[in-house]
């Protein structure tokens, strides 16, 4: 596990540009105003409810990492993570405003205009604009595989619905994995958030089933269309952990990087950083520890080799400490 800096050496190399640009003008926003903390007489709209909260905590990774892991975590420290959960606790009103295509391209003003939604409908008061009731049923009104229209028109339903509890008092964030895809913006317009990244070994998880990033983004990430292979899924973990510790390297003091392997081997260490990065004081206890099992699947990769992967994928998992052999 670490956090933001000890590893910027390895990033240089194969960063997509439209990213770098995200993380540039990232850079440059915190280093002109570096004490920019979202405060009610300094904001307006749902984004002036971050300074009358905890800072969020926000958890991503590519899918099949664990971040469903760091979700329970959470629930069970008090957190608030949102109603419309599915059954590995990721966020769909997340999902919905921001899991389709195009979303790379939006400019700032609109990535802010979507946080803006899910953080009123999150923390604030659930009666939106007219204007966001319309953006919101625009998005739902087509599918976005593998989604269908009908399950948009779902989450734009329980995102505009009344809310079913009291406001969130306490702690609170969300989780789902693709985060990671904008996150030099969500930490531009969340000045105050701290991320959590969860990692698995590339090797195994290109023999995951979870292939629905690589679909999504790698295109994008690679410039060339999905290919259901190992070496195509290897090498989309490596473009998107490079983009990912490039845009930790401008908020090492809000991003925390956790190898599941590590967590699983030793959980109890694991959950103390954890407790540490989010400021949450005492140890963890023994329910919280027993939830960090390690999953059967580790080392998978053993059983076919390497010589399919392209050698400098290989060398970028090993360059982050994962073993190779």
Known sequence: ??????????????????????VAAMKTRLTTRRDWVVRE???TGPMALLGKHDDPVVVGGVGGSGTRLIAALLLECGYFIGEDLNAALDNR????????????ECPDDEVDRLLGILVQRMVGDV??????????????????PP?????????????????????????????????????????RALPRMRYVFMSRNGLDMAYSVNSNQARRWGQSYLGRPFEPTPRYMLSFWCASHRR??????????????IKLEELSG??????????????????????????????????RFRAHGLDHFDPDDVAYVESLGFPVA
């Open 127 to 144: 009666r939106f604009e007219r204007a966001d009731v319309a953006l919101i049923e625009e998005i739902a009104r087509h599918d976005n």
């Open 244 to 257: 990912v510790l490039a845009a930790a390297a401008v908020m090492p003091s809000r991003f925390l990087f």
């Open 41 to 43: 007489d300094d904001a």
């Open 266 to 299: 030793d959980p109890a260490a694991g959950i103390h950083t954890l407790f540490e990065f989010l400021g949450m004081p005492g140890q963890p206890s023994a329910s919280l520890i027993g939830r960090a099992e390690a999953p059967e699947s580790i080392g």
């Open 93 to 104: 009103w997340y999902s919905l405003l921001f899991n389709r295509p195009g979303i790379q």
């Open 147 to 187: 989604h269908s229209a009908e399950w948009m028109q779902e989450r734009a339903a329980t995102l505009l619905a009344e809310r079913s509890g009291p406001l969130p008092a306490g702690r609170w964030g969300w989780k789902e994995p693709n985060t990671h895809v904008v996150l030099p913006r969500l930490a």
């Open 1 to 22: 596990m670490w956090r933001g800096g000890p590893h910027h050496q390895v990033l240089r190399n194969g960063v997509i540009a439209s990213y770098e640009s995200d």
